[in-house]
């Protein structure tokens, strides 16, 4: 059973044009993330939901609109991709709160601009 | 300012040997917890440990313990009997209160690789 999963898992596309990234979750978990890992290994938080809700928006072109239909869903649309959008990104989810409450990482989406 | 901080962005370690990969943290909040994931060459982020800044003890799980230097504000992750597998990037996290928003928020160091040698 997949805890969190993501699709496409390889996105390769043109510059300017709209693609989209899903990612479900089935852990019953309350917020949602949408995290981007440059070509140097760095993670940094885009996004966060919490029961449907905004509640992190980090620094972020607005190209980039995240939709969260429902708990268990995330998705990520990027409008007029751009060679520097190229990068993996990580959907993410978690309980929030004080407690020990570790982020569970989907296998990640790796998108190629060219 | 880093918040996270990991100063050594590759090690190598021989089989079997423990090794300690360094991270120090900056926060003004009095509660916080610190994470650590390993992401090994296939891509996917495996959570390993976790501390919180109330608990009194280090914080272990199996080949895994964090040391926990809470006045020097520092989170080092020992392993313990290096294997093959342990080979990956290993990051530090810290989550810490969103401001203004009720929530929190995961913030990463920049990693390190580090090569187990057979």
């Known amino acids: 059973d997949t805890a969190v999963s993501q699709t496409p898992k390889y996105l390769v596309t043109q510059m300017g044009n709209d693609k989209s990234i899903k990612c479900e979750q089935n852990l019953g978990h309350d917020t949602m993330y949408w995290y981007k890992q440059d070509s140097k290994k760095f993670l940094k938080i885009m996004f966060s939901y919490n029961n449907k809700e905004l509640i992190i928006n980090e620094t972020v072109p607005n190209r980039f609109s995240p939709k969260s239909p429902d708990k268990a869903h995330l998705n990520l649309h990027i409008n007029s991709l751009e060679l520097g959008d190229s990068a993996v990104y990580f959907c993410a989810s978690s309980l929030q709160g004080r407690g020990a409450y570790e982020q569970y990482f989907g296998p990640g989406t790796r998108l190629t601009v060219t | 300012a880093q918040k996270i901080t990991q100063t050594q962005p590759g090690m190598f370690v021989q089989e079997k040997e423990a090794v300690t990969l360094d991270c120090t943290y900056d926060?003004?909040?009095?509660?916080?917890?610190l994470f650590w994931y390993k992401q090994p060459s296939s891509g996917e982020m495996i959570f390993l440990i976790y501390q919180g800044s109330y608990d009194q003890q280090n914080a272990t799980e199996g080949r895994y313990s964090l040391n926990f230097q809470k006045a020097r504000k520092s989170a080092n992750l020992v392993i313990s009997a290096s294997q093959l597998g342990d080979s990956a990037m290993y990051f530090c996290a810290m989550r810490e209160p969103y401001s203004g928003a009720g929530s929190y928020q995961l913030t990463f160091g920049k990693g390190t690789k580090l090569s187990v040698i057979p």
């Open positions: 926060t003004s909040d009095p509660s916080y917890g």
